[in-house]
């Protein structure tokens, strides 16, 4: 074993999950060094993650992969809702979503599929994924990562790095190195995975949720008819033997009441489902995402997607800082808005998933007796459905709170996501987020911009956004003039209805940020 000199980059990715491909190749786009290893000897080629959210595929699209995974994915048409075999109430996603994304709808794409995508696009902007490699820990000091890796010939390997970025689950080394808690426990139930190939109704290219005394199911279609990832629970009586269980131990009385035929078991596995927030998401120069900082329940198809969340968030900024275009306090920002809706995602998603699998007596009267009723009635309203939408679809997340967020006009906050609307440019329609590909900070104005705005972004090299005042615009909240500043993630920085250069100004002067352009 001998070991080798030191490398440098500017950000060390540990984990090579949708997580960290996600954080490599948005540094990567945004121009920073970037390394990724991870301790596999391969991608994976089964997961449990299928759904991708309308948010996902927005940031997606502004490194240009939205319309492809979009189009190698399968959409989901509808949700259905069934209790005690009965199929109770659907909600048709286009319904749902219609006008508030570009993607109105959940995306089946799961996640073995997902992740050889993103290596092969990291690949083509030059980076590559350095299997069986594996941090031994780390020291942070003196301005600067100091990493110890073993290479997969029993090599060690010291990386010095601006930033270490742990990607590496619920696992995870940079964590425990960290000695950052991971609070959170355990639910009783033993659950499954499995696709399948199968036939009948429920069989429809929708989406399926099960509900009955004890049992959970969910049915997402994959892509290819009569294909579909099921998860649920495990006889009880079974459980004590989990280690060498199979699909003969899967309770199947939510599948025979919904009269589901498995003629085929394509992969199968069992797991326990956790529920847990670590204490901080960044000690230092370290920080923590995806599984590494949280892991919920399935409930919703959250986990991947809020992971992917977490490395946006993270990208611009330490792109950013290391380049010089922001002060180093924009770091500052990344716990603080990432952790608050991890905290309140894990409470919801918990919540839920204790109501849907207790075997109390008033958690199974909710379900079997309340449920029936309650839910179709709901169903039954646009503003339901719609609200639905937004928080599956995580178009709702914001960072109203951050130290980043100021302002705002009407409904829409410094902190919101920008709001999705068709607009007409030089007699082209398209969407307000077409610029987001840029991935720099912006300036939106709908109707008409002041002298003033137009002069102070010619100045600092802000992009500017002019578009024509349509009635439409009005029903996203959006405000006539009003100056909208839009991070490089698509959220709003700045909402100014009183339209001054001061407050443009003030707010970049205050944090020292540079635009890239």
């Given at each position: 074993?001998?070991?080798?000199v030191?490398?440098?980059t500017?950000?060390?990715?540990?984990?090579?999950g949708?997580?960290?491909l996600v954080?490599?190749?948005w540094?990567?786009?945004?121009?920073?060094?970037v390394?990724?290893?991870?301790?596999?000897?391969?991608?994976?080629?089964t997961?449990?993650?299928?759904?991708?959210q309308?948010?996902?595929?927005e940031l997606?699209?502004?490194?240009?992969?939205?319309d492809?995974i979009?189009?190698?994915?399968?959409?989901?048409?509808?949700?259905?809702?069934?209790?005690a075999?009965?199929?109770l109430?659907?909600?048709?996603f286009?319904?749902?979503g219609?006008?508030?994304?570009r993607?109105?709808?959940?995306l089946?794409?799961?996640?073995?599929e997902?992740?050889?995508?993103l290596?092969?696009?990291?690949a083509?902007a030059?980076?590559?994924?350095?299997?069986?490699t594996?941090l031994?820990g780390?020291?942070?000091?003196?301005?600067?990562?100091?990493?110890?890796l073993?290479?997969?010939?029993?090599?060690r390997?010291?990386c010095?790095?601006?930033y270490?970025a742990?990607?590496d689950?619920a696992h995870?080394?940079?964590?425990e190195?960290?000695g950052?808690?991971?609070?959170?426990g355990v639910?009783a139930?033993?659950?499954y995975?499995a696709?399948?190939?199968?036939?009948?109704a429920?069989m429809?290219?929708?989406?399926?949720?099960?509900?009955d005394t004890?049992?959970?199911?969910?049915v997402?279609?994959?892509?290819?008819?009569?294909?579909?990832?099921l998860?649920?629970?495990v006889?009880?009586?079974?459980e004590?033997?989990?280690?060498?269980?199979?699909?003969?131990?899967?309770s199947?009385?939510?599948?025979?009441?919904?009269?589901i035929?498995?003629?085929?078991v394509?992969w199968?596995?069992?797991?326990?489902?956790?529920?847990?927030?670590?204490?901080?998401?960044?000690?230092?120069?370290?920080?923590?995402?995806?599984?590494?900082?949280?892991?919920?329940?399935?409930?919703?198809?959250?986990?991947?997607?809020?992971?992917?969340?977490?490395a946006?968030?993270?990208a611009?900024?330490?792109?950013?800082?290391?380049h010089?275009?922001?002060n180093e306090?924009?770091?500052?920002?990344?716990?603080?808005?990432?952790?608050?809706?991890?905290r309140?995602?894990?409470?919801?998603?918990?919540r839920?998933f204790t109501?849907?699998t207790s075997?109390?007596?008033?958690?199974?009267?909710i379900?079997?007796n309340?449920v029936?009723?309650?839910i179709?009635?709901l169903?039954?309203?646009?503003?339901t459905?719609?609200?639905?939408f937004?928080t599956v679809?995580?178009?709702?997340?914001?960072?109203?709170g951050?130290?980043?967020?100021?302002?705002?006009?009407?409904?829409?906050?410094?902190?919101?996501?920008?709001?999705?609307?068709?607009?007409n440019?030089?007699?082209?329609?398209?969407d307000?987020?077409?610029p987001?590909t840029?991935?720099?900070?912006?300036?939106?104005?709908y109707?008409?911009?002041?002298?003033?705005?137009?002069?102070?972004?010619?100045?600092r090299?802000?992009?500017l956004?002019v578009?024509?005042?349509r009635s439409?615009?009005?029903r996203?909240g959006?405000?006539?003039?009003?100056?909208?500043?839009?991070?490089p993630?698509?959220?709003?920085?700045?909402?100014d209805?009183?339209?001054?250069?001061?407050?443009?100004?003030?707010y970049?002067d205050?944090?020292?940020i540079?635009?890239?352009?």
């Amino acid at each position: 074993m001998t070991d080798s000199v030191s490398r440098e980059t500017d950000v060390l990715v540990v984990g090579a999950g949708p997580t960290g491909l996600v954080l490599a190749l948005w540094l990567t786009k945004l121009g920073a060094r970037v390394r990724i290893v991870d301790k596999t000897a391969e991608p994976g080629t089964t997961s449990r993650a299928v759904a991708v959210q309308a948010r996902t595929l927005e940031l997606y699209r502004q490194v240009g992969l939205g319309d492809t995974i979009a189009e190698r994915g399968r959409s989901a048409v509808a949700v259905n809702l069934w209790v005690a075999g009965k199929n109770l109430a659907r909600a048709v996603f286009g319904d749902m979503g219609a006008g508030l994304s570009r993607y109105p709808y959940a995306l089946i794409f799961p996640q073995d599929e997902h992740e050889r995508l993103l290596i092969d696009q990291l690949a083509e902007a030059g980076v590559q994924v350095e299997r069986q490699t594996e941090l031994l820990g780390f020291e942070d000091a003196d301005g600067r990562v100091l990493a110890h890796l073993v290479r997969p010939e029993g090599a060690r390997e010291d990386c010095e790095a601006a930033y270490v970025a742990g990607c590496d689950g619920a696992h995870s080394t940079v964590r425990e190195t960290l000695g950052i808690g991971f609070p959170g426990g355990v639910y009783a139930h033993l659950f499954y995975v499995a696709d399948v190939e199968a036939s009948d109704a429920a069989m429809n290219g929708e989406v399926h949720v099960a509900l009955d005394t004890t049992d959970f199911l969910a049915v997402f279609p994959l892509k290819g008819d009569g294909r579909a990832r099921l998860i649920g629970t495990v006889r009880q009586e079974a459980e004590r033997q989990h280690e060498n269980l199979t699909w003969d131990d899967v309770s199947k009385r939510v599948i025979e009441r919904m009269r589901i035929d498995v003629g085929r078991v394509n992969w199968f596995s069992i797991y326990h489902v956790h529920h847990r927030v670590a204490d901080h998401f960044r000690k230092g120069r370290a920080f923590l995402l995806g599984d590494a900082a949280h892991i919920h329940s399935p409930v919703g198809g959250q986990g991947m997607n809020t992971g992917i969340g977490d490395a946006v968030n993270l990208a611009w900024k330490l792109a950013a800082v290391r380049h010089g275009r922001a002060n180093e306090s924009l770091l500052d920002s990344y716990e603080p808005e990432r952790i608050a809706f991890a905290r309140r995602l894990v409470a919801t998603t918990d919540r839920a998933f204790t109501g849907v699998t207790s075997s109390g007596a008033i958690a199974r009267r909710i379900r079997l007796n309340i449920v029936p009723l309650l839910i179709p009635l709901l169903f039954r309203f646009r503003a339901t459905r719609r609200f639905l939408f937004r928080t599956v679809s995580q178009t709702a997340v914001n960072y109203r709170g951050s130290s980043l967020s100021e302002g705002r006009a009407g409904v829409v906050h410094g902190g919101d996501r920008l709001p999705w609307v068709m607009v007409n440019v030089n007699g082209v329609e398209q969407d307000n987020f077409a610029p987001l590909t840029s991935l720099d900070w912006q300036l939106h104005v709908y109707g008409e911009s002041a002298p003033e705005i137009r002069a102070v972004c010619d100045e600092r090299r802000l992009p500017l956004h002019v578009f024509p005042w349509r009635s439409e615009t009005g029903r996203t909240g959006l405000r006539r003039d009003t100056v909208y500043l839009v991070r490089p993630d698509g959220y709003l920085g700045l909402v100014d209805p009183v339209k001054t250069a001061a407050a443009v100004t003030s707010y970049l002067d205050a944090r020292k940020i540079i635009p890239r352009t």
